[in-house]
């Protein structure tokens, strides 16, 4: 069955980097989109962003804009987020999904916990 | 940018009530809708798509519908297991996300 295991979350310092990584299996990875979706503490969801199958296009909410990276090694069935410049507002869990089709998250993670923390 | 005001914010039921719960958009999106139900410490579930689909192996007590600026989300007649947060979510055609605030559903 479909499943995708978020890692890579953990307390960080505020202006530093952290990369998230999605791993999927049970599903052909590179024959999907996938969305970054988080959720701060006690909070709605929030969109962050996604990636086409083939990778070379990507959308970031404006939130996150030229500081979240998205990308994916379909070699490696394994979906990135490269987040740099952190701040304090980014702390949330961090969720993977796919796109069963344009804008329809499907199958998710489990998440992952980001602190942002001095 | 488009704005998905959800209403209401929380709302208590008991089981066999009628629960319904709005989404409006701030422009037109067409069906461009989706509903998901959040367990608390658990990842969103799809429960409808397009507005009005039903997500394969989802209960046929939950219904969507709606079109346009305004959408409604049904459950019939709610068991102890829908007692979680629901949101309704917007797509564009890159995809861009926009979710709801979210409607908790309590006893």
Redesign the interface.
């Known amino acids: 069955q479909v499943q995708l295991v978020e890692s890579g979350g953990g307390v960080v310092q505020p202006g530093k980097s952290l990369r998230l990584s999605c791993a999927g299996s049970g599903f052909t990875f590179s024959h999907y989109g996938f ?1 970054w ?1 988080r959720q701060a503490p006690g909070r ?4 962050v962003g ?1 990636i086409w199958n083939h990778g070379r296009n990507a ?1 970031y ?2 939130s996150v804009k030229g500081r979240f990276t998205i990308s994916r090694d379909n070699s490696k069935n394994t979906l990135y987020l490269q987040m740099n410049s952190l701040r304090v507002e980014d702390t949330a869990v961090y ?1 993977c ?1 796919t ?8 199958a ?4 992952t916990l980001v602190i942002v923390s001095s | 940018d488009i704005q998905m005001t959800q209403s209401p914010s929380s709302l208590s039921a008991s089981v066999g009530d009628r629960v319904t719960i709005t989404c409006q958009a701030s422009q037109d999106i067409n069906n461009y809708l989706n509903w998901y139900q959040q367990k608390p410490g658990k990842a969103p579930k799809l429960l409808i798509y397009d507005a009005s689909n039903l997500e394969t192996g989802v209960p046929s007590r939950f219904s969507g519908s709606g079109s346009g600026t305004d959408f409604t989300f049904t459950i019939s007649s709610v068991q102890p297991e829908d007692f979680a947060t629901y949101y309704c979510q917007h797509f564009d055609s890159l995809p861009v996300l926009t979710f709801g605030g979210g409607t908790k559903v309590d006893i």
Do not use: C, I, N
């Open positions: 969305h979706v709605g969801l929030e969109w996604d959308y909410a404006d969720f999904a796109d069963a089709a344009v804008g329809r998250p499907q998710w993670g489990q998440g």
